[in-house]
């Protein structure tokens, strides 16, 4: 079984080393020269283009920045679906739009080439781990057939529906991870400039109502003032839009989204865009002229 993986990055990266290390032959193609050498180096092959991956291919993975980098490389010149052939499955590991996925999902079907939807959570801890979940939607047989790689980059492993469903659930899934984060921020800058210790208003949360993937995992990492970019803000304000755009299609209204996207805005105006998504709390930690370290 001969797989490509285009977009070897934070997320894309760690997942195709694991593939390489349970042992299936990977070809890499990536924009950043550095990116491919992390992959060459434990046995990857590589090539000029999306379209020689996709020739040399049985099943081609994505994990790309957003809708413009998936669509460019899939439809685009020297892309995925100028070197797809009979046979060959495209997986887009991605966060994207659903409408995107079902369009991209339409325009493979017509060269008979099966594609699934198949965005990750998890992170970069999980993606390195092997641990991530893997949300997917489209045909069952084709999900079914691509467990086995599934099951080297995830733990667990969902089929939410019909093309586009993964990237739904996915959506869903973020904009309450942020929602979640943000709420956590101005909890804990309360309970600080009230005078009580970060360390311990943290272990009590975490045991109790309050409690959130936010507080368990992502505050360990954030109260450092560490802001390199795992997940960078810039993506996560994508998956936000993404996330409203279908709350417009579908007339839900998203009150906490909308909040929080303005927020968002408001980090990237002051140049955050690159850092850590979690560096939205700097924005509050400027205005209190308070740093929370725990
Ligand atoms: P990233 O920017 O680290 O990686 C994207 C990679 O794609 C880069 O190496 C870039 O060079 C490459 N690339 C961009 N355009 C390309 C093109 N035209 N051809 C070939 N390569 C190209 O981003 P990431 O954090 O790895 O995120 C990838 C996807 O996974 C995004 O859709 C993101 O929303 C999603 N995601 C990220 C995280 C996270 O924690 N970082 C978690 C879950 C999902």
Not at 59 to 70: Q, R
Not at 228 to 250: N, P, S, T, W
Request: hydrophobic fraction near 45%.
């Amino acid at each position: 079984m001969k797989l490509g993986f285009i977009g070897v990055g934070n997320m894309g990266g760690p997942m195709c080393r694991n593939l390489i290390k349970k042992d299936f032959q990977v070809a890499v193609y990536d924009l950043n020269p550095e990116a491919v050498a992390r992959c060459t180096k434990l046995g990857a092959t590589t090539a000029k283009s999306a379209q020689e991956i996709a020739a040399q291919s049985d099943v081609v993975f994505t994990s790309l920045p957003g809708p413009a980098e998936i669509e460019a490389v899939a439809l685009g010149k020297g892309g995925i679906l100028e070197g797809a052939h009979p046979g060959m499955v495209y997986v887009d590991l991605s966060t994207d739009s659903p409408s995107l996925a079902r369009r991209l999902a339409a325009e493979f079907d017509k060269r008979g080439i099966p594609m699934l939807d198949a965005p990750v959570s998890g992170g970069v801890t999980g993606a390195e781990a092997g641990t991530v979940s893997v949300i997917v939607g489209g045909p069952k047989e084709v999900y079914d057939q691509v467990m086995p790689m599934f099951q080297a980059i995830g733990k667990n492993v969902y089929h939410m529906g019909d093309h586009g469903a993964g990237c739904i659930a996915k959506l869903v899934n973020n904009m309450l991870s942020f929602i979640n984060f943000s709420a956590l921020s101005e909890g804990m800058m309360l309970g600080v400039k009230a005078g009580v210790d970060p360390k311990k208003l943290l272990d009590v949360i975490s045991t109790s109502s309050g409690n959130s993937n936010a507080v368990t995992k992502i505050s360990r990492k954030v109260f450092t003032g560490n802001y390199k970019a795992e997940f960078a803000l810039d993506l996560a304000h994508k998956d936000l839009r993404l996330a409203l755009q279908l709350g417009d299609e579908q007339g839900v209204p998203l009150m906490f989204g909308g909040l929080l996207v303005n927020l968002m805005r408001n980090a990237r105006a002051k140049g955050f865009g690159t850092l850590d998504s979690s560096a939205m709390m700097r924005l509050l930690e400027e205005a209190m002229q308070t740093q929370i370290r725990a």
